[in-house]
């Protein structure tokens, strides 16, 4: 089953259109860029919520950026594998990926030649489902679930995904 994180913290009811933005130091191509967007039309298919790419970081809602190492918010990345991302509950938008990673950001995954291939879309719509407030999942073919089997792609929602973000939204 769903879970909510603690206090059950949300994007404001008035506040159904969010922004979302890229690291500028990033210097993100269009494959990645739109690789964010299908994450996130993943979501906003079966909430009402929107999401919009702005170019004023500072002024997103979502902020996305990889990072590798110490990235000064005190949880630092630890390189190829373990932590992969991570994303915190509404309404703080941080969205960080560990640059370290072997990210697959077109093609399948499971045919990837290193070992260590993780499948950015995936991961994406792992976390945008943290920022939006949900917690894990006791159900393993959800989204939310807190593991994956490397080298695999999970990106369709499930039943137990859907009615965790239309109970909060
Ligand atoms: N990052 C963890 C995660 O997103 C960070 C985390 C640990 C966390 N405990 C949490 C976030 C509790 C919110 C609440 O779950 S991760 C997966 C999965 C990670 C893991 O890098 O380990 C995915 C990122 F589910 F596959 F294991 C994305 Cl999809
Ligand atoms: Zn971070
Ligand atoms: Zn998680």
């Given amino acids: 089953h769903f879970t909510v994180f603690p206090g059950q913290p949300r994007w404001p009811a008035g506040k159904q259109e969010l922004t979302y933005s890229f690291y ?92 260590t291939a993780v499948d950015l879309e995936s991961v994406a719509v792992h976390e945008i489902g943290h920022l939006l407030g949900l917690g894990h999942s006791s159900v393993e073919e959800a989204i939310m679930f807190p593991t994956i089997s490397s080298r695999s792609k999970k990106v369709v929602l499930t039943e137990d995904d859907v009615k965790g973000i239309q109970y909060i939204y």
Wanted: negative net charge; charged residues 25%.
């Fill in 24 to 115: 500028p130091g990033n210097e993100l191509t269009k494959t990645v860029k739109s690789v964010f967007a299908t994450a996130f039309a993943r979501w906003s298919e079966v909430a009402r919520l929107k999401f919009t790419e702005t170019e004023l970081y500072y002024n997103a809602d979502i902020k996305i950026g990889f990072f590798s190492g110490d990235h000064g918010d005190g949880e630092p990345f630890d390189g190829i594998l373990g932590t992969l991302a991570h994303a915190f509950s509404p309404t703080n938008g941080r969205f960080h990926l560990d640059a370290a990673e072997d990210w697959v950001v077109s093609g399948d995954v499971s045919k990837s030649a290193l070992p």
